[in-house]
């Protein structure tokens, strides 16, 4: 057989280096045996159609060569040592996963598609862990300028983290739901399931929304792995929000001309068991990033700012 060899190809990825034209060879000789327990014949094919793609004459990778591309390849799922690697690894080059049909509400016959690169991967990445910080309270208790804070100082200290804002979301994915109870109750699940994957992503997720009864915060904290869902109430009474009134809907829902306003006419339910209180009481202010750094030490203590 002749080989002869060829520049980088156009596409120039890593994998594609020292690579040279020939028959398209067995599996074996590419070292796929040293994946234990995949089926190797199956990968054969699969595999040099990876390798293949996008070249128009078939091309084998070197000996010495296949070794790194394979790792390469791999790396991510070889470096676990979890029972599980050989099952995700086959499900990852076939596309499929191991799991089963279901029908979850309205949807039928829908599998699970697993990735090979998980959440773990990314914390790694981002050395930080994904969580689901919950900021729940009246409407100018402070959840808005509390996040903004929060997320101002964690990006500082070089973590990633998203603010999901209810007033925010309100005017895209939720602009479809109005404050009656069964729509605040979507509201919050919709964005507790947002604020899941941001978490699955690695992503410190801030959510700041009134979320005022506690079954809908509670069904979002089911949506999280323990201790993921970080619930912080930001204890504000009536009367100091009322007092603030920044965007003038107290005075508007007094007047009737806001009905169904939370605290006035509408109820909050505070929650009866959380991971964090900021208190507000009268004249005994705490700044939004004393209050900031208050949640960023749970986080630390709690080993959320580490892989
Ligand atoms: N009826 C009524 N009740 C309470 N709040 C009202 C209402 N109508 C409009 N707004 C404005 O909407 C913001 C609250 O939206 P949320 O999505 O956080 O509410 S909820 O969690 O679904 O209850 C809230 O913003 P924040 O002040 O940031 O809380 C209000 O500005
Ligand atoms: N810790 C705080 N101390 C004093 N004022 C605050 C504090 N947090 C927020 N505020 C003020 O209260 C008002 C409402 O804050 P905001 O973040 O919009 O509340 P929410 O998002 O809960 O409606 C704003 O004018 C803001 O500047």
Redesign the pocket.
Known sequence: MTTAKVPLPPCSSRIFRNIECGPSPAAETLGFRRLRGINVAGLNRSLRSFVLRGRSKPIKAKENASASLIDDWFKPIMAKEDSDTEDRAAAALSGKNLTQMSNVGNSTNIMWHDCPIQKRDRQQLLQQKGCVIWL??????G??TIACALSRSLHSKGKLTYVL???N??HGL?CD?S?RAE???E??RR?GEVAKLFADAGVICIT?????YQKDRDACRALLPKGDFIEVFIDVPLSVCEARD??G?YKL?RAGK??????ID?PYEPPCSCEIVLQQKGSDCTSPSDMAEIVISYLEENGYLRA
């Open positions: 729940t309270g009246l409407s100018g208790s959840k808005s804002d209810g007033d979301i309100r939720n739901l404050f729509d605040r109750s509201n919050i964005i700041s929304l009134i979320s005022p920044p965007k809907l829902a806001i009905k169904g306003f939370t605290g509408d």
